[in-house]
């Protein structure tokens, strides 16, 4: 008989909860979840409750009879928890806005996990994962945490480096999207080719090979520039990405397409739409409203617009992977272990591999090409940097990643939006107290409207 299975959620009271409970639903038969437990904190407590019971609603539509079981205490939701997975928002998506709005002041690019918001979220969330990882050693020392607070890699990374917990699974939903869509542009369904990832979290390339090992990576290439929508094309020329040979996530838009992606993302932070965390932050709260009716028991199609297509997929198949030891292949963030030489072995990257009871096994991917390679080490010194500055609130360190990020126009304008960013998010952000203070009797003040009016309510 299969063991049954206790799975922790902290951030439960995310609107994402839904899509994570149909992820188990479906694969009940491969993994009997016994008990779920639902975590959160006391500014989230009313989202919880009403994401509790829809997640309850689910389950009783059922045959199954799993309990829901939501609480404050972190404690309760660990102990002897198989599972633990991490969905968390420091400082809620009021903190997000001040992460795209402060840049955008400047004429920057204001993003959730890339640029100087991205920094600043990993800012934020590192210390408070460390903080559950020294709960799980206690509570719970054989558990497994599946990450998918973003910045996910860098998060990943900060569990092996610092909190010397090497039981840990770093997830992103984009790998799975592409697979999902990229093989109707050559004839092909997604069972018949064979896909290989290599880089870090967000910042990661891609081949593609069919059932006789050829490789079709450049057929796909030739049908993205047939494609209408220049969005799917990632910003990169058709010479460079040829010439590269491989793939790019949608994400690398925003290094490779800055100026078209800066221009349309100003455009909505000056107008009544407002950024993407604000206009999440609407969906959510329709979401929310649609999670109290109690005739509600199955995921809303809305929820899509959250923009988590695939989550459940990715998690879900992640943690049946480790537990049924059925050598499943995802793509996950975990240690390189060689898989790319051309970083080091101890560093976490975002690869594909192969999920065993032991835990992922990365699949070597070998070198990149030289433009690749050059940017993707940059790209994993400056998560480095923000690790660190995040455990030690080190204010050079933190100087160091946003100059080296190349999202940030460097010079007196990135200190200035360091340094509001720092202000704006001082109630998260105690490892920076001092420096916070010294700012603050400089008379440093924020810039932007909205964000300086969520700080002055205290949001």
Same mark, same amino acid.
């Given at each position: 008989m299969k063991k049954t299975v206790k799975i922790a959620t902290i951030g439960g009271g995310s609107s994402y909860t839904p899509e994570l409970m149909e992820g188990f639903i479906k694969r *009940?038969?491969? $993994?009997? &979840?016994?008990?779920?437990?639902?975590? =959160?904190? @006391? =500014?989230? +407590?009313?989202?919880?409750?009403? &994401?509790?019971k829809m997640a309850q609603r689910m389950w009783d539509a059922t045959p199954y009879g799993v309990k829901v079981y939501t609480t404050l205490e972190r404690k309760d939701a660990l102990s002897g928890a198989d599972f633990v997975t991490t969905q968390i928002r420091v400082g809620l998506l009021n903190a997000r806005i001040k992460d795209e709005r402060i840049p955008f002041s400047y004429g920057m690019i204001g993003q959730e996990t890339n640029g100087a918001g991205g920094m600043f979220k990993a800012l934020r969330t590192i210390p408070v994962i460390l903080d559950i990882v020294e709960d799980m050693k206690r509570y719970c020392p054989d558990a497994w945490l599946i990450n998918f607070a973003n910045p996910s890699g860098m998060v990943t990374e900060a569990v !092996?480096?610092?909190? %010397?917990?090497? +039981? &840990?699974?770093?997830?992103?939903?984009?790998?799975?999207?592409?697979? $999902? $869509?990229?093989?109707? #542009?050559?004839?092909?369904?997604? @069972?018949?080719?064979?896909?290989?990832?290599?880089?870090?979290?967000?910042?990661?390339?891609? %081949?593609?090979?069919d059932q006789d090992g050829k490789d079709v990576t450049g057929d796909i290439i030739e049908k993205v520039y047939e494609m209408e929508d220049p969005d799917k094309k990632c910003g990169w020329q058709k010479d460079l990405m040829m010439e590269s040979g491989l793939l790019p996530t949608s994400y690398h838009r925003y290094y490779f397409q800055t100026e078209k992606v800066l221009k349309d993302q100003l455009a909505d932070y000056h107008s009544e739409k407002g950024t993407r965390a604000q206009q999440v932050q609407q969906v959510e709260n329709e979401l929310m409203e649609m999670y109290k009716n109690p005739e509600l028991n199955v995921k809303p199609k809305q929820l899509e617009q959250r923009g988590g297509a695939h989550y459940s997929d990715a998690a879900c198949e992640t943690i049946v992977g480790i537990y049924a030891n059925n050598c499943t292949q995802m793509v996950v963030s975990t240690k390189n272990n060689g898989a790319l030489p051309d970083l080091s072995d101890d560093c976490v990257v975002e690869v594909s591999s192969i999920l065993t009871g032991k835990g992922p096994l990365p699949i070597c991917f070998g070198r990149l090409p030289?433009?690749?390679?050059? *940017? #993707?080490?940059? !790209?994993?010194? $400056?998560?480095l940097l923000i690790i660190e500055a995040a455990v030690t609130g080190n204010y050079?360190?933190?100087?160091?990643?946003? /100059?080296?990020?190349? #999202?940030?126009?460097?010079?007196?304008?990135?200190?200035?939006? !360091?340094?509001?960013? #720092?202000?704006?998010?001082? +109630?998260?952000?105690?490892?920076?107290?001092?420096?916070?203070?010294?700012? @603050?009797? @400089?008379? &440093? /003040?924020?810039k932007d409207d909205i964000a300086r009016e969520l700080c002055e309510k205290g949001l």
């Open positions: *009940y038969d491969q $993994m009997p &979840v016994s008990e779920i437990w639902l975590v =959160d904190i @006391e =500014d989230g +407590k009313e989202k919880l409750e009403i &994401v509790g !092996m480096r610092y909190g %010397r917990w090497d +039981k &840990v699974v770093g997830l992103c939903n984009l790998p799975i999207g592409s697979i $999902m $869509m990229e093989p109707e #542009l050559i004839g092909k369904k997604p @069972e018949d080719l064979i896909y290989r990832f290599a880089g870090i979290n967000h910042f990661h390339w891609h %081949r593609v090979f030289v433009f690749e390679r050059g *940017y #993707l080490q940059r !790209m994993k010194s $400056m998560e050079g360190k933190l100087l160091q990643a946003f /100059t080296i990020n190349p #999202l940030v126009v460097n010079g007196d304008t990135a200190v200035r939006v !360091m340094n509001e960013l #720092l202000i704006a998010h001082k +109630k998260y952000l105690p490892q920076f107290k001092e420096k916070i203070e010294e700012l @603050e009797k @400089e008379g &440093v /003040t924020i």
